[in-house]
Each structure stands twice: as structure tokens, then as C-alpha cells.
């Protein structure tokens, strides 16, 4: 009997202690609303929470045109925080000046970035005093202008030239500038987070750098925002060969794109990658080994994304034998040998494939 307990003393020592280390294990994600109590109200143009010894500004008066300037206090309190969707869909907002106060701004989700769908907006400033964040030319940075953070959608600029400083660019930085024409992405950049340049509608001409391997998707908590998605001028991009894959809807929309080339390390070709590219006559795939995935992602049709969804004009180009060649033929695609650029069938579509994915 006392061997019983004993070991039934030791069953619940055993399930009393926690399945990882606490010192690896990962923090709970608590809203700011569950961890302290707050007061809301209003400033001018901008809605705040009022926290025991900081201000967050959670959202702006979508009416609200011109300058905003953030004070650095309220109430007596720092200012220190912009929320996430703070400044969304303030279509006349023209410029935003941020205090030395703000040490955070916005959320890692696409879709909730504080200047998300600010049309008319053409400058983000911040005090130089800030630790944490600075600007130029009205582009807002990292302190350190180390990352990239948002260009804004309105500046007048054609072209643009990214410091030889930035290592990173975030998400969504370059979102919807329509009247952005040309980007150039130094070496210096070796992480580009996706949907950088997600409906950029003008865009025809981008320089990207030597060290990227990834033209990915953005973390949006539903669906894709892809790394050029509806970029509908864009004809041509030279991908380099560190690009090892081809993210979902990565080029997805771009209407007027007519020829891609990947290099042989490309290994994997996304769904929904070229989805709606109406254009598109000819992608090169080099690695005879590349690997196209689909995905069960919408309701029409068969449900599935795939990575081309334009049957009628494509040409499928790669090496006899090859996954490229098996994925022309299972998908209906037409499809001709690299060596002698002569196509070897000309399949039709099939209807269950073409239902499901236009």
C-alpha cells in the first residue's frame, strides 16, 4: 500500500510540472486592455487611452485633414504609444508629426498598420530627440535608419533611392503609393518583410538586392498580401538567384506583366504566386527539381489555388523531364524546352482547373 502511494505521490509530482521550461516557454499575449485598467478619451483629432503613467493614441477622426501633430503629453502623462490602425483610412490626412515621447508604434499585422489607407498622406516626421524612430524626407525609419518603416502613400516622388543604411524594409512599407514609379533596393537590404509594395499601381521598375531569398507574403491574419500583389504596371523583374522561393500571391494581379525568369534556385513556386497575371506569356523555371504548390484557399470551383491561373496565354519554359514540365502537362499549360525555346504540346485547359482558379 505505501508503495502505491508513493508512486501515485510521484504520477502527480510528474503531471504538476509544466511541458517546457518556463524559461523557454512562451509568453501569453495579453491585451493592453486585460493587463491594466484605462480611460479613454479625446484630443483634438485623436482618440486615447489613458493608462496609469502612459497615453496610447488609438485612433483619429476620419474627417480629420491636414497636419496632425502627436502631443508628447496628455494630461500630464507621456504619450507613448500610436495604436494599431491608428491613422487608417484618414484619407485627407497630409502629414503626421511624431514626439520624442512615442517608443512604439502600430502591430506586426498587415491589414492593422497605423497608416494603412492614408491616400492624401506625404509626411511622416519625428522629433530628432526621439530614441527610438527618426525620419527623412519625410520616410519613417528606425532610429538608427537601419529599417525602413512606411513611405507615405501620397509622396510626389516617381522615384525613389533607399539608403545604403537600411538592412530591413517592413511590411506594407511601400503599400499603395500610386504615384511610385521606381524603387531602388541596395545590396545593403537583406530582409524585405512581403507585401512591401503591395498595390503599388504605377510601379514598373524595381531594383532588388543580391541577398534576398524570399518573395513572401505579409502576416495578415486573413488571407495574403503578396510581395508585388496588384503592382498592375509592372511588365518585367529581374529576380536574383539567391531568390529561393516564390511566395503566395507574390506577383498575383500584376496584369501587365509579360515575362518572368527564375533562376535554378528557385525550389519552391508558391499558390496563387502568378494568380491573375493576364499577361503573362512566358515564365523560365531553371531548377528541374522545382517544387509548385497548390493550396484549398477560396469557393469557387475545385477551392484551390494554384500557382498560375492563366491557361489561354502561358508558356511554361524548362528542362525535358522535369517538375516544370509534369506541372505543364497536369494543369493544362503549354510548355517549351529551355534549349530550344520550341514548345512541346500545347494542352488546353481543362474546365475543372480553369473554374476553379480564374
Known amino acids: 500500500m505505501k508503495k502505491f502511494i508513493a508512486l501515485l505521490s510521484a504520477f502527480a509530482l510528474l503531471c504538476a510540472v509544466p511541458a517546457f521550461p518556463e524559461s523557454v516557454r512562451e509568453p501569453a499575449v495579453i491585451p493592453a486592455s486585460a493587463e491594466e485598467d484605462y480611460t479613454g478619451s479625446t484630443y483634438e483629432n485623436l482618440n486615447y487611452r489613458k493608462y496609469a503613467d502612459h497615453v496610447q493614441i488609438t485612433d483619429c477622426d476620419t474627417s480629420a485633414e491636414g497636419e496632425i501633430i502627436i502631443p508628447a503629453e ?18 485627407g490626412l497630409t502629414s503626421v508629426v511624431i514626439p520624442d515621447s512615442v ?15 492614408c491616400r492624401s498622406l506625404q509626411s511622416i516626421s519625428v522629433s530628432a530627440d526621439n530614441v527610438v524612430y527618426s525620419s527623412e524626407d519625410g520616410i519613417l525609419f528606425s532610429k538608427d535608419k537601419t529599417e525602413l518603416i512606411k513611405y507615405p502613400q501620397a509622396k510626389e516622388n516617381e522615384s525613389y533611392t533607399i539608403p545604403d543604411s537600411v538592412t530591413s524594409i517592413a511590411n506594407i512599407a511601400f503599400e499603395s503609393c500610386s504615384g511610385l514609379k521606381s524603387v531602388v533596393i541596395p545590396d545593403s537590404v537583406t530582409k524585405i518583410d512581403a507585401g512591401v509594395f503591395y498595390n503599388c499601381t504605377s510601379l514598373v521598375s524595381v531594383r532588388l538586392p543580391e541577398e534576398i531569398t524570399e518573395l513572401g507574403r505579409a502576416p495578415v491574419t486573413k488571407g495574403y498580401l503578396g510581395f508585388f500583389e496588384g503592382c498592375s504596371s509592372l511588365e518585367t523583374i529581374s529576380i536574383p538567384e539567391s531568390v529561393n522561393t516564390i511566395g ?7 496584369t501587365s506583366l509579360v515575362s518572368v525568369e527564375l533562376s535554378k534556385n528557385v525550389a519552391v513556386i508558391r499558390d496563387g504566386a502568378f494568380e491573375r497575371c493576364d499577361n503573362l ?20 470551383g475545385d477551392g484551390i489555388t494554384r500557382p498560375f491561373s492563366v491557361y489561354e496565354t502561358i508558356t511554361i519554359y524548362g528542362y525535358e523531364n522535369s517538375t516544370a514540365q509534369a506541372y505543364a502537362k497536369e494543369n493544362g499549360l503549354k510548355f517549351a524546352l529551355i534549349e530550344s525555346g520550341q514548345e512541346s504540346s500545347e494542352p488546353v485547359a481543362p ?3 480553369w473554374s476553379g482558379t480564374a
Not at 281 to 300: Q, T, Y
Open 248 to 254: 503566395p500571391d507574390a506577383f498575383a494581379n500584376c
Open 103 to 117: 517608443k512604439t508604434i502600430g502591430t506586426q499585422w498587415a491589414e492593422d498598420n497605423p497608416f494603412s489607407d
Open 351 to 353: 474546365a475543372e482547373i
Open 281 to 300: 506569356s512566358a515564365v523560365v523555371i531553371k531548377n528541374p527539381e522545382c517544387e509548385f504548390v497548390s493550396a484549398l484557399r477560396n469557393s469557387m
Open 74 to 91: 496628455i494630461d500630464g502623462l507621456p504619450v507613448t504609444s500610436i495604436g494599431e490602425r491608428a491613422f487608417s483610412g484618414c484619407s
